[in-house]
């Protein structure tokens, strides 16, 4: 569309006819969305959050054919409060069939402290799991012999705990999500009207997405899972706000230009429109990329972010527009713009002495920025990825101090064995996986159809070197073996890294060349892309070293979750891209006229305020994460926080232009200058 065709929309969608319908058409028909269908459903597979086309995938599916008998494992253990288990075995035998032990599973520790039984767990998805988990401890607890202590770990109790972190987590998440933004904007605005209607919009367009990404991925058959929407929420509403942030900014500068608070809103959204449909579609397009992972609920996440980013998109740009126009000027109160006052372009705010600073000194401030990105990320260097199972919780669960306590009477992979699912002949394959180094001991654990279940106990403790090299051995001794593979917990932890590595040398560079022909289409230059996509990755690179420091010296992790460079690199870079754009469309906007190193100085002074709300908005809202139990969430949310309050307070502010006035209008080569 052209330059003069958005004019005429964006004044169509505001003027006195017709404002009152398009707020009040689209805010119904979400209402009736919400009131009539709700989120969609899909009943969870084994394999949602599996990489595909890796070995315990290939086993967790053969598994399946096995029917009920190959059903997850919880595992009972009795401990004695003190000295031995002696007279309580007959009654902790009881218990343990009460709570549906397989019979005979009972074992008694050598030391004579603690025993344990096997339960099967029969549930087809997670929140089923985390139910008949429930059960069962609550059987043992009722049913445990006097002197004796009973709890419940195994790969089922392990699940049921991580589900039970999501229990109410995303209703949880959103009101905090909500409670962060409302404070925030009223602070931006300085006005105790005006953040409500930002907020009940990206709100509702929050609601709605939730809807519409659920509908549309059940109806595709689609994985997701808990988090899924957890963050959808936190994406809605960090960037929607961006949005509204940069529209109502520049809504408030048109009406010191114009009587009519329609035509200073059409002239406002027409500048709006261009940075906010560019950042949109880059950030659509970065996360559909994730489409391309090998795991299922990974590609579930970037097509329900996705539809969420354009739902925002759409109601800041046309829902709020409209409302705001509706209400009148009144909605600044206190601080009531009125015709005549100085644009912020024209102001001498703090900004401009930014500016003024950047203005004088503009190679220092370049050098010295890039020593501090460049300090910064030297702990990227020292990065480690891979969280053992006690790593994945803020708060250790019953599962974890469960397997710890088991692992002091009996070998260390008890809590958690390693499943060998084969096709082949049981006994060839029993014998070859007992022979393997580092196996303390191998049973058929159930078999069904020709497919059979060893469960294997490792001499390792789980997520170690150790038991990693044993399962990496097992898999060298079973190659011969075509209808075999090896599954269970720290062979799925071996292939999520795997398929983590995998995925993030196919997904980062499309990221970035998504982010740069977009730069290049918006701002019709080279250099400019260039410089705009190199300071996004020296973020990145800083914020990630960065918060190696703080997981490592302060918060005491060992390792970053697989997941967390991946994501944040598509959050911090599609994100991150928003403040560039905003910027730069601006200096862009103010060099026709001013010249390229006056239009930057002008559009700092312009855009700073804004962008170092948004910033500053949207870093809160992403380190609302840590309120979930969950240490991959806590991580995302610091890494993200670190990174936004980077790009908007030192690269934003200080590097982009410094790096112009140092460029001038080589800044918008092939173009002499900003063209149109």
């Not at 044993?470 to 090896?486: I, K, P, Y």
């Amino acid at each position: 569309m052209s330059a003069e065709g958005a004019g005429r929309l964006a004044t169509r969608l505001v003027a006195p006819r017709t404002a009152w319908l398009v707020a009040l058409l689209p805010l119904l028909l979400a209402f009736v969305a919400l009131g009539l269908l709700g989120e969609g459903e899909r009943t969870q597979r084994a394999t949602d959050s599996l990489p595909r086309g890796l070995d315990s995938t290939a086993a967790t599916e053969l598994a399946e054919k096995i029917g009920s008998e190959g059903d997850a494992v919880a595992i009972a253990l009795f401990t004695a409060d003190s000295g031995t288990l002696g007279d309580q075995l007959t009654g902790i035998r009881a218990a343990a069939e009460a709570a549906g032990a397989v019979p005979a599973s009972l074992t008694v520790a050598e030391d004579g402290s603690a025993a344990f039984a096997v339960v099967a767990v029969s549930a087809s998805s997670a929140t089923e799991t985390a139910e008949r988990v429930a059960e069962v401890r609550e059987s043992l607890t009722d049913a445990a012999p006097p002197g004796v202590s009973a709890s419940v770990t195994g790969p089922a109790a392990i699940q049921a705990d991580l589900a039970k972190v999501f229990d109410g987590a995303n209703t949880r998440l959103l009101a905090v999500t909500a409670l962060v933004v409302a404070l925030l904007l009223v602070i931006t605005y300085r006005s105790p009207v005006l953040w409500i209607f930002p907020l009940v919009v990206v709100g509702l367009a929050d609601r709605l997405a939730a809807v519409v990404a659920t509908r549309m991925m059940a109806e595709l058959d689609v994985a997701w899972n808990e988090s899924t929407i957890g963050i959808l929420s936190v994406l809605v509403f960090g960037a929607g706000t961006n949005y509204a942030l940069l529209l109502i900014s520049r809504y408030r500068d048109e009406l010191s230009r114009h009587d009519s608070r329609h035509a200073a809103m059409a002239v406002a959204l027409h500048r709006t429109v261009e940075p906010v449909l560019a950042s949109a579609t880059t950030v659509v397009l970065g996360l559909l990329t994730l489409l391309l992972s090998l795991t299922p609920s990974t590609r579930g996440l970037g097509l329900a972010c996705a539809i969420g980013i354009a739902v925002a998109a759409f109601f800041v740009l046309v829902v709020l527009p409209a409302t705001l126009v509706l209400v009148g000027r009144w909605v600044f109160w206190p601080r009531i713009p009125r015709r005549g006052a100085t644009p912020a372009a024209e102001g001498r705010s703090a900004w401009h002495r930014v500016g003024s600073v950047v203005r004088r000194r503009p190679v220092l401030l370049v050098a010295g920025t890039l020593v501090v990105l460049g300090v910064l990320s030297a702990g990227l260097f020292r990065i480690e990825t891979g969280l053992d199972r006690s790593g994945q919780f803020l708060d250790e669960p019953e599962a974890i101090t469960a397997a710890e306590r088991l692992a002091v009477s009996f070998p260390a992979g008890t809590s958690s064995p390693t499943e060998v699912v084969t096709r082949d002949d049981v006994d060839e394959v029993v014998d070859a996986v007992a022979a393997t180094e580092g196996v303390a001991s191998a049973r058929v654990a159930a078999g069904s159809g020709g497919v059979a279940r060893i469960d294997v106990v490792l001499e390792g403790t789980p997520g170690s070197a150790e038991a990693r090299g044993a399962v990496e051995e097992l898999r060298a001794e079973l190659s011969g073996f075509d209808g075999t593979h090896v599954g269970g917990e720290e062979a799925l932890a071996i292939d999520e890294r795997t398929g983590a590595d995998r995925d993030r040398r196919t997904v980062l560079p499309l990221i970035l060349g998504v982010v740069l022909v977009a730069l290049v289409v918006l701002l019709r230059a080279i250099v400019a892309p260039l410089v705009l996509v190199a300071t996004v990755l020296a973020t990145y690179a800083a914020s990630m070293g960065a918060s190696w420091w703080l997981f490592t010296g302060l918060l005491g992790f060992e390792a970053l979750d697989v997941q967390v460079p991946l994501f944040a690199f598509l959050f911090l870079v599609a994100l991150g891209v928003d403040y560039n754009i905003f910027l730069v469309t601006r200096a862009r906007e103010e060099a026709r006229e001013h010249g390229t190193r006056e239009g930057m100085l002008r559009a700092l002074t312009a855009t700073g305020g804004v962008i170092t709300s948004a910033g500053v908005l949207l870093a809160a809202v992403f380190a609302v994460l840590g309120v979930l139990p969950l240490v991959v969430l806590a991580q995302l949310g610091v890494v993200v926080c670190l990174g936004v309050l980077l790009d908007t307070l030192l690269v934003r502010t200080i590097l982009v232009p410094a790096i112009s006035l140092v460029l001038g209008d080589r800044f918008w080569w092939p173009s002499r200058r900003a063209v149109a």
